[in-house]
């Protein structure tokens, strides 16, 4: 089992960066593909980005790709997203959760979800 905690939330302005982790207990996170998911207020949860266990493929959404990158120290047993060029839509509650099967987009496929970590962007 795997325990996770984001951090590095926060308010922001319009084009700014944000740097969030994804910090996890146990040792099995190495083993996991990992992801980003977001939800706003109002709507659904919905994939940022996903990366493999080994960190030499990533995914992303069209509306993050480009902006967003994902990264993974699995000797720090840590998970990151690094946001660049913030837009007021990227507002949102982030969490990262362990793919535990299925397509990498879709949110039943991940477990072991953390709290999540607010990000709001002012314009």
């Known amino acids: 089992q795997v325990q996770l905690v984001e951090s590095g939330g926060g308010l922001v302005q319009a084009g700014d960066s944000l740097r969030l982790s994804c910090a996890a207990s146990g040792h099995t996170f190495s083993s996991y593909d990992m992801g980003w998911f977001r939800q706003a207020p109002g709507k659904e949860r919905e994939f940022v980005a996903a990366?493999?266990?080994?960190?030499?493929?990533?995914r992303y959404a069209d509306s993050v790709k480009g902006r967003f990158t994902i990264s993974r120290d699995n000797g720090k047993k840590t998970l990151y997203l690094q946001m660049n060029g913030l837009k007021p839509d990227d507002t949102a509650v982030y969490s990262c959760a362990t793919r535990v099967g299925g397509t990498y987009y879709r949110d039943s496929s991940y477990d072991n979800w953390g709290q999540g970590t607010q990000v709001t962007v002012s314009s």
């Open positions: 990366i493999e266990e080994n960190g030499l493929w990533t």
